[in-house]
C-alpha cells in the first residue's frame, strides 16, 4: 500500500505560481506512474497530468498545458507540480494519486488504473 501526502496548496493571485508537492510512503514509489487530478466545487474530479515511474513521459491536459509542468525525484519519493500563469479556473483541490495508466496520454479520474489518492490541498487563485 503506498501513502501519499500533498502539500504546496494557497491563496495566489493570476499570473502567480505555486508548486504542488506529494509525498509517498513505502519503497514501491518509484514503480508506479503518478498523476494530478483536480476538483473545483460543484465539478467532477478531472485529470491535469500524468508521469511515467522513470520521469521520461509526461502527458498533460489541454487546459494546463505549457503552464504547469509535472516532475519528480524518486530518490525522495516525492512528486511535483509546478504551476505558473495561474487563472482564477485554476481554482480547485489538487489530488495526487498512483496510476497503473500509461503516461503516453490522459486518463479519467474514475479509470479503474487509479489505485492510491491522496487528501487533496486546495489551491485558490484570485482575480
Known amino acids: 500500500q503506498v501513502q501519499l501526502v500533498e502539500s504546496g496548496g494557497g491563496l495566489v493571485q493570476a499570473g502567480g505560481s505555486l508548486r504542488l508537492s506529494c509525498a509517498a510512503s513505502?519503497?514501491?514509489?518509484?514503480?508506479?506512474?503518478m498523476a494530478w487530478f483536480r476538483q473545483a466545487p460543484g465539478k467532477d474530479r478531472e485529470f491535469v497530468a500524468v508521469?511515467?515511474?522513470?520521469?521520461?513521459?509526461?502527458s498533460y491536459a489541454d487546459s494546463v498545458k505549457g503552464r504547469f509542468t509535472i516532475s519528480r525525484d524518486n530518490a525522495k519519493n516525492t512528486l511535483y507540480l509546478q504551476m505558473n500563469s495561474l487563472k482564477p479556473e485554476d481554482t480547485a483541490v489538487y489530488y495526487c494519486?498512483?496510476?497503473?495508466?500509461?503516461?503516453?496520454?490522459?486518463?479519467?479520474?474514475?479509470?479503474?488504473?487509479?489505485?492510491?489518492w491522496g487528501q487533496g490541498t486546495q489551491v485558490t487563485v484570485s482575480s
Open positions: 513505502g519503497r514501491t514509489f518509484s514503480t508506479y506512474n
Open positions: 494519486a498512483t496510476t497503473r495508466h500509461s503516461a503516453a496520454s490522459p486518463l479519467d479520474a474514475g479509470d479503474g488504473r487509479v489505485d492510491y
Open positions: 508521469i511515467s515511474w522513470i520521469g521520461t513521459r509526461t
